[in-house]
């Protein structure tokens, strides 16, 4: 485990995250969970998972990107997640790419258990290896 992994939390970020993933709507999945993206001018943007009935249900992660785009940031610096329980609750493929889309080098990923304990914590390559971005589009 990294120098990076072993630091605490901070607890205030904690109580946030918690908050935020006991508001999820998730009445189908009974999977609640709790994101908080931090822009390059270091708001924080929060949000929850969103289910519907149909199963096309927002993620945690894209509730809080979106939040961040709709505020006009661009830029990534951290993403944290916190799910119900002490396994790990790593962002999904659609959502690796939605951070992948704001995200460089620099930007940190972390995964939180149930009480906020730092199980893992990747950089973008870590999370999704030799990915697909905009510089690989052809321009016109």
């Known amino acids: ?13 904690v109580a ?5 993933r006991d508001r999820a709507y ?9 994101a908080m ?9 929060f949000g929850a998972n969103v289910e519907v009935a149909h199963y096309k249900s927002l993620c945690a992660e894209a509730s809080a990107i979106a939040a961040m785009a709709s505020a006009g940031e661009r ?3 951290h993403v944290y ?3 119900p329980g002490e396994h790990l609750c790593s962002p999904c493929g659609d ?10 080098g620099e930007t940190r990923i972390h995964v939180l258990d149930a009480r906020g304990g730092r199980l893992r914590h990747y950089t973008m390559e870590e999370l999704l290896p030799d ?4 510089e690989n589009l052809v321009q016109p």
Request: proline share 9%; aromatic share 8%.
């Open 37 to 45: 993206v931090e822009s390059e001018s270091g708001t924080r943007y």
């Open 81 to 83: 997640v916190i799910g």
């Open 1 to 13: 485990m990294s120098e990076a992994s072993r630091q605490p939390v901070d607890p205030a970020l």
């Open 95 to 104: 959502c690796r790419q939605r951070i992948r889309e704001f995200a460089d």
């Open 75 to 77: 830029h990534l610096r």
């Open 16 to 20: 946030e995250l918690i908050a935020v």
């Open 131 to 134: 990915a697909f971005g905009p």
């Open 26 to 34: 998730a009445p189908y999945s009974h999977h609640p969970v709790g």
